[in-house]
T-cell receptor, first 112, second 113 residues
Framework: SQTIHQWPATLVQPVGSPLSLECTVE??????LYWYRQAAGRGLQLLFY??????ISSEVPQNLSASRPQDRQFILSSKKLLLSDSGFYLC???????????FGSGTRLTVV | KQEVTQIPAALSVPEGENLVLNCSFT??????LQWFRQDPGKGLTSLLL?????REQTSGRLNASLDKSSGRSTLYIAASQPGDSATYLC????????????FGKGTHLIIQP
């Protein structure tokens, strides 16, 4: 069966520090991968998605970037965090357009 | 731009009641619609996926319907239990080769024992 792993679960980082969140999927190949952010009092916002290695689509211009160095690995990064980057970050995958999304357990990021 | 609205924003009912959560979307050109459950501080758990060609899906005490032409979906929960307390999210997947879900803001459900 397929599983999705996200880490770390929680993270407290100072303003201006770098960020790296990692997401991996097991039990499938060539998944579509997604990063979402859920900020306090706001809905879930799509940040990036990828349909293949090295292919990244950005939905919202911001202080973040994403990379897909391997088929089942998706990384969310920032060179310098802002207070506004605080939130709950969720990774998700699906097998293709006709399939549903499966989400990871999320990373709670607090920028102080 | 697709917009998804969920009504009500919050709902508190006694255990055992049947209830309906509503979701509407502005662009009917969707590929499918998915209902999720989110417990506090946790990730999303998929409940039901309805393809655009389908009218409804059922899983246990849950039944979701889809009226694509009118831009509406409902999630029906039968015989509610305290363990059903959570936030329920509706999300639509676009057609036309686009990607990514558009979410509503959710319905916060409390089932009173």
């Amino acid at each position: 069966s397929q599983t999705i792993h996200q880490w770390p679960a929680t993270l407290v980082q100072p303003v201006g520090s770098p960020l790296s969140l990692e997401c991996t999927v097991e039990g499938t190949s060539n998944p579509n991968l997604y990063w979402y952010r859920q900020a306090a009092g706001r809905g879930l916002q799509l940040l990036f998605y990828s349909v293949g290695i090295g292919q990244i689509s950005s939905e919202v211009p911001q202080n973040l970037s994403a990379s897909r160095p391997q088929d089942r690995q998706f990384i969310l990064s920032s060179k310098k965090l802002l207070l506004s980057d605080s939130g709950f970050y969720l990774c998700a995958w699906r097998a293709g357009y006709a399939y549903g999304y499966t989400f990871g357990s999320g990373t709670r990021l607090t920028v102080v | 731009k697709q917009e998804v609205t969920q009504i009500p924003a919050a709902l508190s009912v006694p255990e055992g009641e049947n209830l309906v959560l509503n979701c509407s979307f502005t662009d009917s050109a969707i590929y499918n619609l998915q209902w999720f459950r989110q417990d506090p501080g946790k990730g999303l758990t998929s409940l039901l996926l309805i393809q655009s060609s389908q009218r409804e899906q059922t899983s246990g005490r849950l039944n979701a319907s889809l009226d694509k032409s009118s831009g509406r979906s409902t999630l029906y929960i039968a015989a509610s239990q305290p363990g059903d307390s959570a936030t329920y999210l509706c999300a639509v997947s676009p057609g036309g080769g686009a990607d990514g879900l558009t979410f509503g803001k959710g319905t916060h459900l409390i089932i009173q024992p």
